[in-house]
């Protein structure tokens, strides 16, 4: 039972464009939404947080937005960069689960110059 | 400031031997935790240790245990090693808090023949 999903398993944007990264989540006890970039040959890297008690949260160029009622988060990149080519991965936690987190399956972005 | 720190980078070993990879965390971060990465189950929550404590389990069997010690380092053992268990081993840690987001070493690359 997948508690997290990322459907798109991957996404091509053009550079100076918009990308939106797509996450569901089906457990309701999650209370914290994270997204991480992924390089190959690397472990991820921590972009932005958002709290459940928030619907938006913004650092640079990064956005997350949380939709409570469908279960749904998004991270919006603006403008895109060649260098934003990676995968992303959505993860989710609760607060009675310590720092255990619970990810989606990753979407690798392609944004092409 | 140094990083999250895992050795080593690559390891080949054979079906029912066992293996134990290590993990330095951030100087003064007491949260470590340990993640599967295969490409078929993406990234899977292994367990977390706070101050030499096991806080969480992921839903791994027995053959997956770890410690952590005084100093924070962690290490994680495999026994009776299967074909299955082949993946990228990542090690996180944290000061406190999951909003803060996990620091990620770069993996440890385990090949099972």
């Known amino acids: 039972d997948q508690q997290v999903k990322q459907n798109s398993p991957s996404l091509s944007v053009q550079e100076g464009r918009i990308s939106i990264l797509n996450c569901d989540y089906t457990?309701?006890?999650?209370?914290?939404f994270l997204w991480y970039k992924k390089y190959p040959a690397e472990g991820p890297t921590f972009l932005i947080s958002i709290s459940s008690i928030k619907d938006k949260n913004e650092d640079g160029r990064f956005t997350v937005f949380l939709n409570k009622s469908a279960k749904h988060l998004s991270l919006h990149i603006v403008p895109s960069q060649p260098g934003d080519s990676a995968v992303y991965f959505c993860?989710?936690?609760?607060?009675?689960?310590?720092?255990?987190?619970?990810f989606g399956g990753g979407t690798r972005l392609m944004v092409k110059p | 400031k140094a990083g999250v720190t895992q050795t080593p980078r690559y390891l080949i070993k054979t079906r029912g031997q066992q293996v134990t990879l290590s993990c330095s965390p951030i100087?003064?971060?007491?949260?470590v935790s340990w993640y599967q990465q295969t490409p078929g189950q993406g990234l899977q929550f292994l367990f977390e240790y706070f101050s030499e404590t096991q806080r969480n389990k992921g839903n791994f069997p027995g053959r997956f245990s770890g410690r952590q010690f005084s100093n924070s380092r962690s290490e994680m053992n495999v026994s009776t090693l299967e074909l299955g268990d082949s993946a990228l081993y990542l090690c996180?840690?944290?000061?406190?808090?999951?909003?803060?987001?996990?620091?990620f070493g770069s993996g440890t690359r385990l090949t099972v023949v």
């Open positions: 100087s003064g971060h007491r949260s």
């Open positions: 993860a989710a936690s609760s607060n009675n689960a310590g720092n255990m987190l619970t």
């Open positions: 457990n309701s006890m999650f209370d914290y």
């Open positions: 996180a840690s944290s000061p406190t808090g999951v909003l803060y987001g996990y620091t």
